[in-house]
């Protein structure tokens, strides 16, 4: 099973940059939808934080680091009134590059326009961000909206539009990997005639096993009834 780890920039007293949204707040919910469309598509995934807590980033490498993840992504948001995506890879490229220019097409794809995937480096010359530098699988940051430009700010500002921008992380990650997108099960309609199929599940001499098979079927949702 592929592995990856998800940051959430920020949280507790930390809030990360504030303008029209709260950073740490976003980052939280993108992090949320990128793990759930992940996890539906057989990826075992770890987040540094799944609630609004102190989230160091020397915790998050070395949480990120023990995990062992085949790609990492760190979730954030950006301020200082520019516009757009942008997302920050390895210096080297390699699969960090691969990762950030495919969740850069994703991320296009839902309407939000891209700075460009970029990298910075130190005074040293190695990477800027801790969270690249200092983590051993390949990794990127993703920066999502502006939350101090107003109309950059709306792209995020519901659940539903967080949603999407997690969305777009996974299926990048997912691209990355080598893993199709499983398409999700059609909703099952009623026969256009009513008919009902029964579907058996046990058959017993003992009346009490019967009845404990059927308190289990409606514990789990199904409703079950006893025939003779």
């Known amino acids: 099973m592929s592995k990856v780890f998800l940051g959430?920039?920020?949280?507790?007293?930390?809030?990360?940059?504030?303008?029209?949204?709260?950073?740490k707040d976003i980052n939280l919910k993108m992090a949320k939808a990128c793990q759930a469309f992940l996890k539906a598509n057989g990826v075992e995934v770890k987040m540094s934080r799944t609630v609004d807590e102190e989230d160091p980033l020397t915790d998050e490498i070395a949480e990120c680091n023990a995990f062992q993840p085949d790609v990492a992504v760190d979730c954030h948001n950006n301020a200082g009134g520019g516009d757009g995506f942008e997302v920050y890879y390895h210096y080297k490229g390699g699969l960090s590059k691969t990762l950030a220019e495919n969740i850069e097409a994703e991320v296009k794809a839902i309407g939000q326009n891209s700075r460009g995937i970029k990298t910075r480096r130190n005074d040293a010359g190695s990477d800027y961000y801790g969270f690249i530098r200092q983590i051993q699988?390949?990794?990127?940051?993703?920066?999502?909206?502006?939350?101090?430009?107003?109309?950059?700010?709306?792209?995020?500002?519901?659940?539903?539009?967080?949603?999407?921008?997690?969305?777009?992380?996974?299926?990048?990650?997912?691209?990355?990997?080598?893993?199709?997108?499983?398409q999700p099960a059609a909703p099952q309609q009623d026969p256009p005639d009513g008919t009902l199929y029964y579907v058996q599940v046990g058959a017993f001499y003992s009346q009490s096993n019967a009845k404990a098979l059927v308190e289990e079927l409606k514990a789990k949702g199904y409703p079950a009834i006893i025939k003779q």
């Open 8 to 23: 959430v920039g920020h949280g507790g007293s930390d809030t990360g940059a504030v303008g029209q949204l709260v950073e």
């Open 137 to 182: 699988c390949p990794s990127v940051i993703c920066e999502g909206v502006f939350v101090d430009n107003a109309k950059d700010a709306a792209q995020a500002d519901t659940d539903s539009k967080c949603k999407a921008f997690g969305e777009a992380y996974a299926k990048g990650i997912l691209k990355t990997l080598g893993i199709s997108v499983r």
